[in-house]
């Protein structure tokens, strides 16, 4: 194995379970490719943090390294990191195969299954969303429900604010109940980062996923943000015309860096948390 494929394969851990300690994976490693020492790889894994690479080998003291993580999640909010490392549950991580983890690699990471076929239908279906959106719906499921083991939030509300830009909208209550039981059958079969990898289904205790339904009024609030957006957006793209039309330079509107916190309440003024509000779509 050159370097170049020892990367993916780092890369390819760090997908998989988030964050995982770096000695857990030099023995998995080891165990595929015995030629490879543990030296080397730590070495291969600095040189491509180094280089711009998307894994990070992180440590809670400052000084001894623990954990190879993926470069969002510490990258954010370190404290959001740590909370996560240490709200996963169990002792032993699962110890996924090779190929399972390269093939999981690419997004949006989730094992075929026919949840998942299912949670796709309804998205085409009853959602009228291309196939790039149901994507990213799918992307956002397992996102938020392994934020909400980790913080107590309901994943269908969680879910609803990541996507309150108004490419993916929700209309009614019974599409987001039906939404919310098709998600947690999609939850019990895909490996999970706060599970240190498990599926639900395959552990006798398994912690309860937080899925409280919105309300009538949780849902106008919705709806309301949803078409404010959209009609800025539409504002947007027409001056954007009226600028092409006068032979004006083209201009673009880049949205602020945020100076919040993950946790801290949301600038914008909704009382909810940056990380669950307009945090959602920069993440």
């Known amino acids: 194995m050159n370097k170049i494929q020892l990367g993916k394969l780092l890369d390819a851990?760090?997908?998989?379970?988030?964050?995982?300690?770096i000695k857990f994976v030099c023995k998995q490693i080891a165990s595929w490719h015995p030629e490879l020492q543990e030296d080397y790889i730590l070495k291969v894994a600095r040189g491509l943090q180094n280089h711009g690479g998307h894994r990070w080998i992180v440590s809670k003291d400052g000084l001894t390294e623990t954990e190879l993580t993926v470069e969002h999640l510490y990258?954010?909010?370190?404290?959001?990191?740590?909370?996560?490392?240490?709200?996963?549950?169990?002792n032993a991580y699962f110890p996924a195969p090779e190929e399972q983890l390269m093939r999981l690699k690419e997004y949006p990471c989730l094992e075929r299954t026919?949840?998942?076929?299912?949670?796709?239908?309804?998205a085409h279906r009853v959602m009228g969303l291309d196939d790039e959106w149901t994507r990213q719906l799918l992307h956002d499921c397992i996102m938020?429900?392994?934020?909400?083991?980790?913080?107590?939030?309901s994943w269908v509300r969680s879910v609803m604010q990541s996507e309150r830009y108004g490419h993916i909208t929700f209309t009614s209550l019974e599409q987001l109940a039906e939404f919310r039981q098709l998600g947690n059958a999609l939850y019990?079969?895909?490996?999970?980062?706060?599970?240190k990898g498990w599926r639900p289904c395959?552990?006798?205790?398994?912690?309860?996923?937080p899925d409280d339904m919105p309300d009538e009024d949780d849902l106008k609030e919705y709806l309301e943000s949803v078409n404010k957006i959209r009609d800025m957006r539409g504002k947007l793209?027409?001056?954007r015309d009226d600028e092409d039309e006068t032979d004006e330079d083209n201009w673009q509107w880049i949205p602020p860096k945020p100076t919040v916190g993950r946790n801290d309440p949301c600038p914008c003024?909704?009382?909810?948390k940056y990380k669950k509000c307009c945090g959602a779509a920069q993440n």
Request: with cysteine.
């Open 237 to 239: 793209a027409q001056m």
């Open 114 to 122: 026919e949840e998942v076929s299912a949670l796709e239908d309804f």
């Open 202 to 209: 395959d552990l006798e205790d398994t912690p309860p996923l």
């Open 75 to 90: 990258a954010v909010d370190e404290e959001y990191f740590w909370n996560f490392v240490d709200s996963r549950y169990g």
């Open 144 to 153: 938020q429900q392994a934020d909400a083991l980790c913080d107590g939030e």
């Open 188 to 195: 019990q079969k895909q490996p999970n980062p706060v599970l």
């Open 13 to 21: 851990f760090a997908e998989f379970y988030w964050s995982v300690p």
């Open 269 to 272: 003024g909704s009382g909810k």
